[in-house]
């Protein structure tokens, strides 16, 4: 199953983006759904999650001003992102399981490609 990020771009501090993931082919359902980024020069990290059920977890420096939410008729997950910092610099990536429409409704796991976050002024 393809994942495809958008949404990232240069942005001031203090100002918001949103980025968005889509479940574009193949998709029967989402079971988890979440993002994780990699600053610069530094390893992949945790960001934000979301289940089916809604329950939503976050990463402590995000917490207040991120916002992970679903359109499940659409298999679309976004990460509002408010008052951005530098810090918040990174690649972001999607990751989503699920549930495949194939014949077999084979489980998946799929990363999204990355979108760029640059915080600067």
């Known amino acids: 199953v393809q994942l495809q990020a958008s949404g990232g771009g240069l942005v001031q501090p203090g100002t918001s983006l949103r980025l968005s993931c889509v479940g574009a082919?193949?998709?029967?359902?989402?079971?988890?759904m979440g993002w994780y980024r990699q600053p610069p020069g530094q390893e992949r990290e945790f960001v934000a999650t979301?289940?089916?059920?809604?329950?939503?977890i976050y990463e402590d420096p995000v917490k207040g001003r991120f916002t992970i939410s679903a359109d499940g008729a659409k298999n679309t997950w976004y990460l509002q992102m408010d008052n951005l910092k530098p810090e918040d610099t990174a690649v972001y990536y999607c990751?989503?399981?699920?549930?495949?429409?194939?014949?077999?409704?084979?489980?998946?796991?799929?990363w999204g490609q990355g979108t760029l976050v640059t915080v600067s002024s």
């Open positions: 990751y989503g399981e699920g549930i495949s429409d194939n014949y077999y409704r084979t489980p998946f796991r799929s």
């Open positions: 082919q193949g998709v029967s359902s989402m079971n988890v």
């Open positions: 979301l289940s089916s059920g809604g329950y939503a």
